[in-house]
């Protein structure tokens, strides 16, 4: 059956008063398909569609049977993974930027400010006591973070180890010549911490203070990184970020929680209470 062979006419639908004549009828004309030709759509999301026929209403079914796939289209199935378009307009005369999203979103803001002596803007006193602590190596970093939701891959695990105490956090983190991967890695080990009673996922919103010193990146090394949790102070090798708010979200995948199995044990059980009678038959 085609869309074309499928008859839509208007119905008048309004409530009538008993007692009082009904309305003039609707003139029953035939209404034109929005797609006669057929629509096209992402080739998952088609897969999708014929993967649950039975639950399509007998109405609508020829339009769904009309549909083509095409390639060119973007799939959406499992979320946008095409390109971002992030704009940046920054005031040279006060420093103010902002990012927006396709011209339209707003997603960041803030001011950058050249210092004079940037040394002087770091905090004297951020430190963390390495007794109550337990240690985690890189492979257990990302495997708790994986556990909680988060995908991070590539450059963007720099996390190497971590000692995780009541205070903070004291950790390594590889640089790559990268600010961006390297910045990540110091907002990682905040989440690590905030999410670690929880084990739910938080994102940042917010950034008091980021000061950054380049020369202190001159050469490729590992750098020590101090995460103080009563102050909120994290700092490694040439940056040091104040006041870093982060936020709880929810994220599930087709709306039902992820489960995943860590480990499968045996536990014997004995009882002398329970008898068990077996009864043999030999023919």
Same mark, same amino acid.
Request: net charge negative; charged share 20%.
């Given at each position: 059956?085609?869309?074309?062979?499928?008859?839509?006419? *208007?119905?008048?639908?309004?409530?009538?008063?008993?007692?009082?004549?009904?309305?003039?009828?609707?003139?029953?004309?035939?209404?034109?398909? %929005?797609?006669?030709?057929?629509?096209?759509?992402?080739?998952?999301?088609?897969?999708?569609?014929?993967?649950?026929?039975?639950?399509?209403?007998?109405?609508?079914?020829?339009?769904?049977?009309? %549909?083509?796939?095409?390639?060119?289209?973007?799939?959406?199935?499992?979320? =946008?993974?095409?390109?971002?378009?992030?704009?940046?307009?920054?005031?040279?005369?006060?420093?103010?930027? *902002?990012?927006?999203?396709?011209?339209?979103?707003?997603?960041?803001?803030?001011?950058?400010?050249?210092?004079?002596?940037?040394?002087?803007?770091?905090?004297?006193?951020?430190?963390?006591? =390495?007794?109550?602590?337990?240690?985690?190596?890189?492979?257990?970093? =990302?495997?708790?973070? *994986?556990?909680?939701?988060?995908?991070?891959?590539?450059?963007?695990?720099?996390?190497?180890?971590?000692?995780?105490?009541?205070?903070?956090?004291?950790?390594?983190?590889?640089?790559?010549?990268?600010?961006?991967?390297?910045?990540?890695?110091?907002?990682?080990?905040?989440?690590?911490?905030?999410?670690?009673?929880?084990?739910?996922? =938080?994102?940042?919103?917010?950034?008091?203070?980021?000061?950054?010193?380049?020369?202190?990146?001159?050469?490729?090394?590992?750098?020590?990184?101090?995460?103080?949790?009563?102050?909120?102070?994290?700092?490694?090798?040439?940056?040091?970020?104040?006041?870093?708010?982060?936020?709880?979200?929810?994220?599930?995948?087709?709306?039902?929680?992820?489960?995943?199995?860590?480990?499968?044990?045996?536990?014997?059980?004995?009882?002398?209470?329970?008898?068990?009678?077996?009864?043999?038959?030999?023919?």
């Amino acid at each position: 059956m085609n869309s074309d062979d499928v008859i839509y006419s *208007e119905v008048d639908i309004s409530k009538r008063v008993p007692g009082r004549p009904t309305s003039t009828p609707f003139a029953m004309e035939n209404l034109v398909p %929005l797609c006669p030709n057929g629509k096209t759509t992402s080739c998952p999301k088609l897969d999708n569609i014929k993967s649950i026929p039975y639950l399509i209403p007998k109405d609508p079914k020829p339009f769904y049977n009309n %549909l083509f796939d095409d390639q060119k289209i973007i799939d959406d199935v499992d979320g =946008y993974d095409g390109a971002l378009q992030l704009s940046i307009f920054l005031q040279k005369s006060t420093g103010n930027f *902002e990012i927006m999203l396709d011209g339209i979103s707003l997603v960041l803001m803030g001011r950058i400010v050249l210092s004079e002596n940037t040394k002087t803007e770091f905090n004297k006193s951020v430190a963390v006591s =390495y007794e109550n602590t337990h240690d985690l190596t890189s492979n257990e970093v =990302y495997n708790e973070m *994986e556990n909680r939701g988060y995908q991070y891959q590539d450059h963007f695990r720099g996390i190497l180890n971590a000692q995780v105490g009541d205070q903070g956090c004291i950790s390594t983190i590889k640089w790559r010549n990268n600010w961006c991967s390297f910045i990540d890695s110091l907002i990682q080990v905040v989440l690590l911490i905030e999410g670690e009673s929880s084990q739910d996922i =938080y994102l940042p919103v917010e950034i008091q203070q980021v000061v950054i010193h380049p020369s202190l990146h001159a050469e490729p090394q590992d750098y020590k990184v101090v995460y103080q949790k009563v102050t909120g102070i994290i700092r490694g090798g040439g940056v040091e970020m104040l006041g870093l708010k982060t936020s709880h979200v929810d994220i599930f995948k087709n709306n039902e929680a992820c489960v995943k199995l860590e480990s499968f044990k045996f536990v014997s059980h004995s009882n002398p209470r329970l008898q068990v009678k077996i009864r043999l038959k030999f023919s």
